[in-house]
């Protein structure tokens, strides 16, 4: 099985950007988090982080070519923007959570929407980074 986690803009300041929100492990720690349990589970992972919408959504596509079983996604403030990014996942067809370090439902009312929860199999939010993880179990349940 193998996993392709995706995040989008700003999620490379993790550790600098609002530490009392997103707190104070960096984006290499998270990653390093999800490798090891990805190893402990015996499942396949990598990562991709951009800033930029086509970026993410060539991402998504990517994917599709290289037959990636599942996606994990935190598409941060693309999150509440992007049509773009809900219509690459509805595309590939690929088994995807949906992820937030913070609880966006319980903060600005902008972060309420979000338009890429159509085309996921789940969301999970407000469990801070360990909120990864819980997507890798999901996911690998589902498979
Ligand atoms: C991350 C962001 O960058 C915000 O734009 C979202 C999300 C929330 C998070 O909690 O991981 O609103």
């Given amino acids: ?20 929100i997103y707190g104070k492990a960096t984006y290499e720690d998270l990653k ?3 490798q090891a ?18 970026a993410l959504v ?13 996606i994990i996604i935190n598409p941060a ?4 923007t992007s049509v773009a990014l809900l219509d690459a996942v509805k595309a590939v067809g690929i088994p995807t959570v949906e992820i937030h370090v913070s609880d966006p439902d319980s903060r600005e009312e902008f972060r309420h929407v979000s338009y890429i929860r159509a085309a996921c199999a789940a969301t999970i939010r407000g469990h801070g980074l ?14």
């Fill in 130 to 143: 360990p909120g990864y993880i819980e997507a890798l179990h999901f996911l690998c349940r589902q498979h």
């Fill in 58 to 70: 060539d991402a998504i596509q990517q994917a599709y070519f290289d037959h990636v079983d599942g």
């Fill in 77 to 80: 403030a693309y999150t509440h």
């Fill in 32 to 34: 390093a988090m999800i």
């Fill in 1 to 20: 099985m193998n996993i392709l986690v995706i995040n989008g803009p700003n999620m490379n300041m993790l550790g600098i950007r609002q530490p009392e």
């Fill in 37 to 54: 349990e990805a190893d402990k589970l015996g499942v396949q992972v990598s990562f991709f982080q951009s800033n930029h919408e086509g």
